[in-house]
């Protein structure tokens, strides 16, 4: 079949939508800052029942605080939320808290959402990035996620309503880049363990719904994060993002997303039966390269296109009104996409000038 075609056909079909109700019960794991606090946030405006993890109990506490504060400003004072510190890279860690949750929230077993959010980067030059480095990557990223969906998983098949797991990749999950090697092999981990853990369940427990989360470049800690694994002096005079309707949310990282509106397309996406989710405009560009031409995608020429395409998606969001403060309507990334391609277009005519 034509290239178009294909993209589509090959595209995991979308489940039963899942509505998120007050009175459910979740656990997100990384809720300290970032997407994982902006999902918590918009989840408890809705009344649902939270388990809140971080390796920074304090960053976890001060979430709580803020979810009870919009639990309460939307009426549901009955909603829990409950902190808990956990390294994601310890198994013991994360069944504890798996343990914790399912004794104080849902003492039934079943639990309807799980976000295995937790993640760091690191970026250097693959050679200079000390094996304890590149170990500590994986193991947040990748074997954070696989323990969080190991722990969980009972809970979420018990819940026979329908229940969901959502696993953070990135757009890195599917499109290296350079210099960041660890964290690429780590989020394409993800994306195969997330593909083949949703075949699986597909099969054998149709009713819990697996969504890989694909982010592109969003205005969070993670940028500062990753600083403090490699350059730990150059990261202490970075500002960070606390998250919350009342912090402030700009680091100077020039991102058409922040937390807030990267979260909302999660939550939106969850409810809308979404397997797989693609935010930022560059998001899409990228897994179109990668898919119709992937020797393009990882040439020289490639690069470019991205550089163009990604700026043009940043210079026409804010006329679409896709702003940092706003929450996107669906399908705008699409749009923005769209225009994005374009820049593709002109770079695809000049590639057999192009030395791959």
């Known amino acids: 079949p034509p290239p178009a075609v294909f993209v589509v056909s090959c595209a995991p079909p979308a489940l039963a939508a899942m509505k998120f109700q007050a009175g459910m019960v979740g656990a997100i794991t990384g809720a300290g800052s970032g997407f994982g606090r902006e999902m918590a946030l918009l989840l408890a405006q809705r009344g649902v029942h939270l388990g809140l993890a971080d390796i920074n109990l304090a960053a976890a506490d001060e979430t709580v605080a803020l979810c009870e504060a919009a639990a309460k400003a939307a009426g549901f004072r009955e909603a829990k939320f409950m902190a808990k510190i956990c390294d994601v890279g310890s198994s013991a860690q994360v069944f504890e808290f798996a343990d914790f949750v399912k004794s104080n929230l849902c003492k ?93 369940l597909r099969d054998d427990h149709p009713h819990v719904q697996v969504t890989l989360v694909h982010p592109s470049f969003c205005d969070t800690n993670i940028y500062r994060n990753s600083m403090a694994v490699t350059y730990p002096e150059l990261s202490k005079g970075l500002p960070t993002t606390k998250g919350g309707s009342q912090a402030p949310k700009k680091t100077g990282t020039g991102c058409l997303h922040d ?98």
């Open 108 to 200: 039934d077993g079943k639990i309807d959402f799980v976000a295995a959010n937790a993640g760091i980067g690191a970026a250097t030059d693959s050679l200079a990035e000390p094996v304890e480095v590149m170990e500590k990557v994986m193991r947040i990223n990748l074997l954070g996620v696989i323990y969080t969906s190991k722990a969980f998983l009972p809970m979420l098949i018990e819940q026979k309503r329908g229940s969901c797991l959502m696993l953070l990749s990135s757009t890195a999950g599917f499109m290296a880049h350079g210099r960041l090697t660890s964290y690429c092999a780590s989020k394409f981990g993800v994306t195969g363990f997330g593909e083949s853990l949703m075949k699986e």
């Open 259 to 356: 937390g807030a509106s990267a979260a909302a397309i999660m939550i939106r996406g969850v409810e809308r039966g979404a397997t797989r989710l693609l935010i930022s405009p560059e998001a899409h560009l990228w897994d179109f390269m990668v898919r119709v031409a992937p020797r393009l995608a990882h040439s020289k020429a490639g690069d470019y296109i991205s550089t163009v395409g990604a700026s043009l998606a940043k210079r026409i969001g804010p006329w679409t009104g896709l702003t940092r403060a706003g929450v996107p309507s669906p399908g705008l990334d699409r749009s923005l996409f769209a225009a994005a391609a374009a820049a593709a277009a002109a770079g695809v005519a000049g590639l057999t000038r192009a030395r791959l």
